[in-house]
Nanobody
Framework: QVQVVESGGGLVQAGGSLGLSCAAS????????MGWYRQAPGKQRELVAA???????NYADSVKGRFTISRDNAKNTVYLQMNSLKREDTGVYYC?????????????WGQGTQVTVSS
């Protein structure tokens, strides 16, 4: 079994910073891309940032220059540092990991963590 668990999140004022982390555990041979998505009320889930196993990154235009994604391959963990937060960054943030097991590969999602940015 594989588990993907997020931590961090919470309430922060606009202009503030917040960090998220996501750890994968279980029967893992390797992890390809890892990423963070978010879903605001009434909106579709959207990609925030992603990172490959080699460290190449991709960001949504709305967060470029403010958010930084990183990962620790030894710990099967991905991080998202969010600076200069805006109200429109509010939403549930989900971690996704493309995990290769001993016999299969699949995309796994965390349970989500709420980020609320107040004015």
């Amino acid at each position: 079994q594989v588990q993907v668990v997020e931590s961090g999140g919470g309430l922060v004022q606009a202009g503030g910073s917040l960090g998220l982390s996501c750890a994968a555990s279980g029967s893992i041979f390797s992890i390809n891309a890892m990423g963070w998505y978010r879903q605001a009320p009434g909106k579709q889930r959207e990609l925030v940032a992603a990172i490959t196993s080699e460290g190449s990154t991709n960001y949504a235009d709305s967060v470029k220059g403010r958010f930084t994604i990183s990962r620790d391959n030894a710990k099967n963990t991905v991080y998202l540092q969010m600076n200069s937060l805006k109200r429109e960054d509010t939403g549930v943030y989900y971690c996704n990991a493309e995990i290769v097991g001993l016999r299969s590969r699949a995309s796994y999602w965390g349970q989500g963590t709420q980020v609320t940015v107040s004015s």
